[in-house]
T-cell receptor
Framework: SAVISQKPSRDICQRGTSLTIQCQVD?????MFWYRQQPGQSLTLIAT?????????ESGFVIDKFPISRPNLTFSTLTVSNMSPEDSSIYLC????????????FGPGTRLLVL | AQSVTQPDIHITVSEGASLELRCNYS??????LFWYVQSPGQGLQLLLK??????LVQGIKGFEAEFKRSQSSFNLRKPSVHWSDAAEYFC????????????FGSGTRLLVRP
């Protein structure tokens, strides 16, 4: 497996502000993904982070609200923009490792509370 | 449309008892099947996976799962539950034509009675 870290681990933010979440992996990966887990809910895929190009967003998620960067193979960021209380969730990144493709491994998550 | 169903929202078992968590999926293409566990305040940990071959797969922490194509199911089992198994369990399915994307079930929360 690999060590996947996310920063910050948790945050409390004010309505209307933005938060950028970082995901770092210590191994080579092929794919990186971002998920949202709303309180008491399952995971929903936000987007696939593509290295060197624009992310691929799922239905219901847009780049203006959730801009994503992936400047290299092992690092990605997700920004939650113009936040509202409805954005309070756990945000998780996951990766497909070069040595174990088609299996997603998850980071510890970022717990976001928007007031 | 692709979907994953975990029909049990909560399950309570006594410590030492056996456990079976159900998972069914729709869509006919060849699936990749996973079980993850999420302890409170934690991320998701991979328990086991099935891609092909033997339909009974062994995972970590004494868990196993059986793929039954005829029933579109991938149920998770453990012969003797420990108190530390109390957590949320998610079944996830990917399909060969879906570019590595996973669809998650709604989860089953396991409670363990002492």
């Amino acid at each position: 497996s690999a060590v996947i870290s996310q920063k910050p681990s948790r945050d409390i933010c004010q309505r209307g502000t933005s938060l950028t979440i970082q995901c770092q992996v210590d191994s080579q990966v092929t794919m990186m993904f971002w998920y949202r887990q709303q309180p008491g809910q399952s995971l929903t895929l936000i987007a696939t982070a593509n290295q060197g190009s624009e992310a691929t967003y799922e239905s219901g998620f847009v780049i203006d609200k959730f801009p994503i960067s992936r400047p290299n193979l092992t690092f990605s960021t997700l920004t939650v923009s113009n936040m509202s209380p409805e954005d309070s969730s756990i945000y998780l990144c996951s990766v497909d490792l070069l040595t174990d493709q088609e299996t997603q491994y998850f980071g510890p998550g970022t717990r976001l509370l928007v007031l | 449309a692709q979907s994953v169903t975990q029909p049990d929202i909560h399950i309570t078992v006594s410590e030492g008892a056996s456990l079976e968590l159900r998972c069914n999926y729709s869509y006919g293409a060849t699936p990749y099947l996973f079980w993850y566990v999420q302890s409170p305040g934690q991320g998701l940990q991979l328990l086991l996976k099935y891609f092909s071959g033997d339909t009974l797969v062994q995972g970590i922490k004494g868990f196993e799962a059986e793929f039954k194509r005829s029933q579109s199911s991938f149920n998770l089992r453990k012969p003797s539950v420990h108190w530390s198994d109390a957590a949320e369990y998610f079944c996830a399915v990917g399909w060969m034509d879906s570019s590595y994307k996973l669809i998650f079930g709604s989860g089953t929360r396991l409670l363990v009675r002492p």
